[in-house]
């Protein structure tokens, strides 16, 4: 199993990434953020899932059997469904990925 993992920097994503080293899952972190944890920085790669031509790449390289999306803005302060784009763009990115 080969997972890519968008997101997986934030809260959720952090838990999820302790889950699989801890079941010896090979995966990587597409992120723009940093992970939280150090000994996550080495599963992570700086990755906007808007820059499709970098996204498509990552796909490319890794090849993964799996892909868990959780890379999204959670803020509720847009006026516009441009404001959330990560979370439209951005997913169609991930999905043509």
């Known amino acids: 199993m080969r997972v ?14 302790d889950s699989l080293i801890m079941k010896e899952i090979n995966f990587i972190n597409l992120d723009i953020c940093e992970p939280y944890k150090h000994e996550h920085d080495k599963y992570w790669k700086r990755c906007d899932i808007l820059d499709l ?12 059997t799996h892909v868990i999306h959780l890379a999204a803005r959670a803020s509720m302060e ?20």
Do not use: M, W
């Open 4 to 17: 890519i993992c968008t997101g997986g920097s934030g809260f959720i994503g952090t838990h999820l990434a």
């Open 53 to 64: 031509d970098n996204l498509q790449y990552e796909f490319h390289k890794y090849k993964p």
């Open 78 to 97: 847009g006026e516009s469904l441009d404001d959330f784009r990560e979370n439209t763009d951005g997913s169609a990115n991930v999905t043509s990925s």
